[in-house]
């Protein structure tokens, strides 16, 4: 198996646009998760996805974030319109059930909006 | 306060040292992780935990649930150990978030 497919590995932005980060969990894994990396706050979860329906979206920051997982092989998670405080490591990782089982990472999306 | 405290923040070692890095946490768990994250960014799951000890490799991870702490040790300790490692929990009776601890930064020199 590939491992958790992240894209894009870097994306810049300028403010206000959209920007749309996708995943690809490992195959026959059934939880999902969407992770944020910044050196004030350190990883956060922001959504987290059993059998691709939201089970836990409470980190989602605001309305401006926006996740969906249309099918157990991937999952988006879009940000509109961009902010510049959104700049951020963003990381997927799957999992066979939960955090109660160990997690595997994407290689996560180094995220700049100017 | 933070839920879970990892010590020590930074650590430098020579080539061949035995390490200790430390987690302790407040609440009550139901699962521990160790993380190590490297210099390139990318992060990888070395231990899951729930009691006892586990071993692989180098590595070894052990749990104490009565005394809230958990401890990640490499033996034989080689530059390529150099990351930085992260020590999350699962809240006992809480959803699927981790709180994670704010990372130990090894550096091992050779």
């Known amino acids: 198996d590939a491992g958790v497919i992240q894209s894009p590995r870097h994306e810049v932005t300028e403010m206000g646009q959209e920007v749309t980060l996708r995943c690809k969990p490992i195959?026959?894994?059934?939880?999902l998760f969407w992770y944020r990396q910044t050196m004030m706050r350190g990883l956060e979860l922001l959504i987290y996805?059993?059998?691709?329906?939201?089970?836990?979206d409470s980190g989602m920051p605001e309305d401006r974030f926006s996740a969906k997982m249309p099918n157990a092989s991937f999952s988006t998670l879009k940000i509109q319109p961009s902010e510049p405080r959104d700049s951020a490591v963003y990381f997927c990782?799957?999992?066979?059930?939960?955090?109660?089982?160990?997690?595997?990472f994407g290689s996560g999306t180094q995220l700049s909006v100017l | 306060k933070n839920e879970v405290e990892q010590s020590p923040q930074n650590l430098t070692a020579q080539e061949g040292e035995f390490i200790t890095i430390n987690c302790s946490y407040s609440?009550?768990?139901?699962?521990l992780h160790w993380l190590q994250q490297h210099p390139g960014g990318g992060i990888v799951s070395l231990f899951m935990?729930?009691?006892g000890k586990k071993k692989h490799g180098r590595l070894i991870a052990t749990i104490n649930i009565q005394e809230k702490h958990s401890s990640l040790h490499i033996t034989a300790s080689h530059p390529r150990d150099s990351a930085v490692y992260i020590c999350?929990?699962?809240?006992?009776?809480?959803?699927?978030?981790?709180?994670f601890g704010k990372g130990t930064k090894l550096t091992v020199n050779p």
């Open positions: 990782a799957s999992s066979l059930s939960g955090v109660r089982e160990k997690l595997f």
């Open positions: 195959s026959g894994h059934n939880s």
């Open positions: 996805f059993n059998n691709n329906v939201p089970i836990d």
């Open positions: 609440v009550g768990i139901s699962a």
């Open positions: 935990l729930s009691s």
């Open positions: 999350a929990v699962r809240i006992q009776g809480g959803s699927e978030k981790l709180v």
